[in-house]
């Protein structure tokens, strides 16, 4: 077993609220700046600029898990990631078909586009990707599941777009593979305040929409390799690895 070093949450231009600087080439360079092994891309409701990062990530040795930030129909954000290339098409098409049409206002929100390895945009998004899916989180989680992806309610710590704001509770019968908590939480002063929810496994994330932001906050992988289903493993069998969240 090796210790891997990730963040996975971070965004990129195609977010509205995303610095025009993330393009996967400055990701990808500041997550060799500060010793990532493995990043996660989660742009809101969108994984069209998974693509481009993901072969970015494999010419610089960087493991690239590809997905998405979702938005639930209760506002609660769930990040979400796909294996394979049909798989994360598949669920895109899922949040093409779910999210309204509510035009994006870049003066107020900023600008939606997708860059190739170049910078060239070669996508605008004109639909406001952070506006909630028709979909409720059970809905999503089923979605996610049935293509067998990564499931994971994202910063539950926080007053906003945290299931336990939005809902009061993390709904026992849902299925997630695991559960983010901010960049600033403290996993011990959380559970806590939540004993309940000790039985879970704990990642964080930078939240990043800065390059500056990019590994700020580190989980730390004990696996065999940086691959997904090293992670999807680790996750789910307490046996097979370690993780850690550096404060």
């Known amino acids: ?144 599941h049935r293509l067998n992806g990564l499931f994971i309610p994202a910063h539950i710590d926080k007053r906003r777009f945290g299931v336990l704001e939005q809902l009061g509770f993390l709904p026992p019968d849902l299925n997630v593979d695991a559960l983010e908590i901010s960049p600033f939480c403290k996993l011990d002063d959380f559970l806590g305040q939540h004993p309940e929810l000790c039985r879970y496994k704990y990642v964080s994330g930078s939240d990043a929409h800065f390059p500056e932001q990019i590994g700020k906050r580190v989980t730390i992988f004990e696996l065999e390799n940086a691959s997904f289903g090293e992670i999807r493993k680790s996750l789910h069998q307490p046996a097979s690895g370690k993780i850690e969240i550096l404060n």
């Open 1 to 144: 077993m090796k210790k891997f070093r990730a963040d996975l949450h971070i965004h990129t231009v195609l977010s509205p609220c995303g610095d025009l600087d993330m393009s996967p080439d400055v990701i990808i360079a500041r997550a060799k700046e500060m010793h990532l092994d493995i990043i996660g891309i989660t742009d809101h409701n969108s994984t069209r600029q998974c693509r481009i990062a993901s072969q970015l990530g494999a010419l610089n040795g960087i493991c690239v898990l590809s997905g998405a930030e979702v938005t639930t129909k209760e506002e609660v954000h769930c990040l979400t990631f796909f294996e394979t290339d049909s798989q994360l098409y598949e669920f895109q098409a899922f949040l093409d078909m779910h999210l309204p049409d509510i035009q994006n206002d870049t003066r107020r929100f900023g600008h939606q586009v997708v860059v190739d390895a170049e910078n060239n945009i070669v996508y605008t998004e004109e639909r406001l990707l952070i506006s909630g899916l028709n979909q409720s989180i059970e809905e999503v989680e089923a979605m996610v």
